[in-house]
C-alpha cells in the first residue's frame, strides 16, 4: 500500500475490463479513487471496494489533480472530454488507451492548447497482472508531468514502469513494435502446431520444444541489433543463402501437408528480395532492409 505523499486522490475514466484492473490496484493501494463510466453498473465492484462514482464527467474530474483515461479508442476519449477540456487545466492527464503514435501526438497538442499536461502510455500486461512485478508500462510525454505521478505510477507496474521521454508517441511505437513480435512468434508456432497435428503429434507435445527454441533465438536478438544498428552484417551464424534453403522445405512441408503456407511464402519471398539485392552472403540481420521499405 501506498503511504504518505505517495496516496494521492486519482480520478478513472474507463471500467472496461483493464479499467476494472486499473481501479482495483489504485483502492488496494490506499488512493481516494473517483470513477465515472458511461455505464454506471460497472462501478458496483470499485463502490464495494471504496471508491466512489462520480455523477458527471465534470464531478469526476474536479475530483482529482490526476485524471486517467482508459477507454475503447483516442475517438471516445475525446468525444468523452472535449466539452469539459476547460476543467482539466492544471491538471495532468493520462491516457492508457490503446491507439498509435500519431493519436498520441495529436492528443499531447490538444492538451497543449487546452492548458493541461498530458501522459500517453501503453499497458504491456493483462489484466491480472496488473499491480504485479509481471507488469509492464510505457510511458511517453513531459518529463516534468511523468516525475509528478510516477510513485503513483508504480500502483500498476511496481517494476516495470518506463518513460520514454517527451515524445508522447514513443509508447505506442513500443506498443506496437512488441506486438508484432508477439503476433510474430505465436503464428509461428500455431503455424508448426498445425504442421505437426498432420502427423498426430499434440501441441502439448510440441509446445516445450517451441518454448525452449524462442528462448534459443533471443540470442539472435541483442547480436542482430548491434548488426542493425552499426550497419554491417558479418553472417556469425548463417547466411540469408542458408536460410532461404530451409525456408523452402518448411514450405514444401506445408504444402505437402495440406496446411496454409501463407507464412512460409511470405519469409522466402522476402529472402529471394534480399539475395537479388546482393545480401544473399550477409546475416539474417541485413533483412532489416527489407522492413525499412513501404510495402509495394
Known amino acids: 500500500m501506498a503511504s504518505g505523499d505517495d496516496v494521492v486522490p486519482v480520478t478513472l475514466i474507463g471500467l472496461g475490463v483493464m479499467g ?16 465515472w463510466n458511461r455505464s454506471p453498473d ?28 482508459c477507454v475503447s479508442g483516442y ?47 501503453a499497458i ?3 489484466p491480472r497482472v496488473v499491480g504485479t512485478e509481471h507488469a509492464v508500462f510505457l510511458y ?29 508517441g514513443l509508447a505506442s511505437l513500443y506498443d506496437v513494435a512488441l506486438l508484432g513480435i508477439m503476433w510474430g512468434f505465436l503464428n509461428s508456432f ?29 540470442a539472435f536478438v541483442a547480436s542482430y541489433a548491434d548488426q542493425i544498428d552499426e550497419g554491417v552484417y558479418p553472417a556469425l551464424d548463417a547466411t540469408i543463402n542458408t536460410h532461404l534453403a530451409t525456408m523452402v ?11 496454409n503456407a501463407e507464412l512460409p511464402v511470405l519469409f522466402k519471398s522476402m529472402a529471394d528480395r534480399a539475395i537479388a539485392e546482393g545480401h544473399g552472403e550477409d546475416s539474417y540481420a541485413a533483412m532489416i532492409k527489407q522492413f525499412r521499405r513501404a510495402s509495394a
Open 190 to 218: 500455431l503455424h508448426g502446431a498445425a504442421l505437426l497435428e498432420t502427423a498426430g503429434v499434440k501441441a502439448a507435445v510440441f509446445a516445450p520444444y517451441a518454448n525452449q527454441w524462442i528462448g534459443a533465438c533471443t
Open 249 to 259: 522445405h518448411l514450405r514444401h512441408e506445408s504444402t505437402a501437408a495440406g496446411i
Open 140 to 168: 511517453g510525454g513531459s518529463a516534468a508531468a511523468f516525475t509528478k505521478i510516477e510513485n503513483t505510477l508504480k500502483t500498476f507496474a511496481p517494476v516495470g514502469t518506463t518513460h520514454f521521454g517527451e515524445d508522447h
Open 75 to 121: 475517438d471516445v476519449v475525446r468525444a468523452i472530454l472535449d466539452p469539459v477540456a476547460e476543467s482539466l487545466k492544471g491538471k495532468v492527464l493520462l491516457n492508457l488507451t490503446s491507439g498509435d503514435s500519431t493519436a498520441a501526438r495529436d492528443a499531447a497538442r490538444w492538451a497543449n492548447k487546452n492548458g493541461f499536461e498530458y501522459l500517453d502510455g
Open 124 to 126: 504491456m500486461a493483462i
Open 42 to 69: 460497472k462501478a458496483t465492484e470499485v463502490i464495494r471496494r471504496g471508491g466512489r462514482l462520480a455523477s458527471s464527467v465534470a464531478d469526476a474530474i474536479d475530483a482529482s489533480d490526476l485524471v486517467i483515461i
Open 20 to 35: 476494472q484492473a486499473l481501479a482495483t490496484a489504485l483502492v488496494e493501494a490506499g488512493h481516494p479513487l473517483t470513477v
